[in-house]
């Protein structure tokens, strides 16, 4: 009876002897005392009702797919579908409309990531893998297979969904087109022909342009830009789209150029040749950083590697409209480092001796500045490589405009010096 006297006040507790366990819903929370010949036995309590059976669930497909053109410099990327038909349909139907058609797709798969790079010229190249870093280094590895050096651009991921079995689940489509004009922009450098001479000079100089809209245009418009100086000695040395192309020299002669798709690798490419060559004995000297230029920006320079950094700036200011008493003076600046200071400084110093507003005539950077007078009296100025006669210069100028020219005075953008040049 001390066992049963026990087990009534647990009872109105809510607990109660289980003597084979706790059972479905229950938990053991002790056991009786026993004693006096009785044995100690289980006390249970309830724990609630038994939790409901798992819902069984579903994965959910995403299917991606990745679009491009030959003319572009970018991909279309889809993700979200749960058909591969309707991914590539989507990402076709974004690139066609930017391009106008032709556009193909590169890849497209289920539950991955895709990646896009660049190489050295601008080549593209898309990889997919289940993940994305594995899909980077795939890409990488491939462009090594192919002589290339690639940048990652961007990338798109594809993650599976799930919900429970049988419920309908919608589509989360998403689309990753280009930022901007997608097509390609093209640049192309020109240097000398060292075999082919004219009677003058062979210099180290490079000619480079960008931001043109095919290989063709960069090529016509950098052998034109050389040719007019160097008639029949330029040749093309290279050409890419949407890179960096980075010059080094050695001794103020360029030895090599290269591109890549970041500017850290564009040096490196650069360098390596430069040293590449001087291993195999064709040249000397130490191999120097000289510029890098995006061949994405529209532009056209003929560039002195020598000249780098150095205080080369030139820029020539004269009064605004016409004046009586200063109609025929220059005011000049050179052998500063930087052509927009250059600029300032001989508009400060027109302004400041004529009293009168001012404005700025011609800037350069490492040339020769030919000031002259034609036969109306009009000061003209022109500004040219410095292995270019001025005389020749202006004498061919003033016989394309029909008119007879006085040359007056040559300002050597190296030679620093702060002077009005007064025309007469």
Known sequence: ????????????????????????????????????GVASVPVCASSGPPPPPAVPMQSIPNYYAAAW??????????????????????????????????????????????????????????VDRAKRREAERAAKDYCRKQNDECEILRWATAEPGSAPVGQSVPENPEIYAPQGDPRRIHGAAVWLDK??????????DVWVVGGRPSADKAHADALAACEAEYPGRCVVALSASDTLLTVVHRDGQTKSIATAASVELSKKRALDHCKEDKAAGKSSGKCTLAGTFNLSDEFVIRYDPSAEGKPFATAQAWVKGDSTRWGSSVWSVSGIKDVDVAGKAAQAACEKESGEACEVASSSFNSLVALYLDQNKSVRISSMARDIDPAERVAARCSAAA????????????????ERIDLQ
Not at 95 to 111: D, E, P, Q, R
Not at 195 to 204: A, E, L
């Open 403 to 418: 008119v007879t020219c006085n040359l007056v005075k040559v300002v050597d953008a190296r030679v620093a010096a702060r």
């Open 195 to 204: 075999s082919k001479g004219n009677g003058r000079p062979h210099v180290g």
């Open 1 to 36: 009876m001390a066992a049963l006297s026990w087990a009534s006040p647990a009872q109105a507790q809510g607990t109660f002897i289980c003597p084979t366990g706790p059972g479905p819903g229950e938990q053991q929370i002790g056991m009786t005392p026993g004693g006096n």
């Open 69 to 126: 053109h030959a003319d572009a410099r970018d991909a279309w990327f889809s993700v979200g579908f749960q058909s591969r038909e309707r991914a590539e349909g989507a990402a076709l139907s974004a690139c066609n409309s930017a391009m106008g058609g032709g556009c193909t797709i590169a890849a497209s798969n289920l539950n991955g990531a895709v990646v896009l790079a660049r190489g050295v010229d601008g080549g593209l190249y898309i």
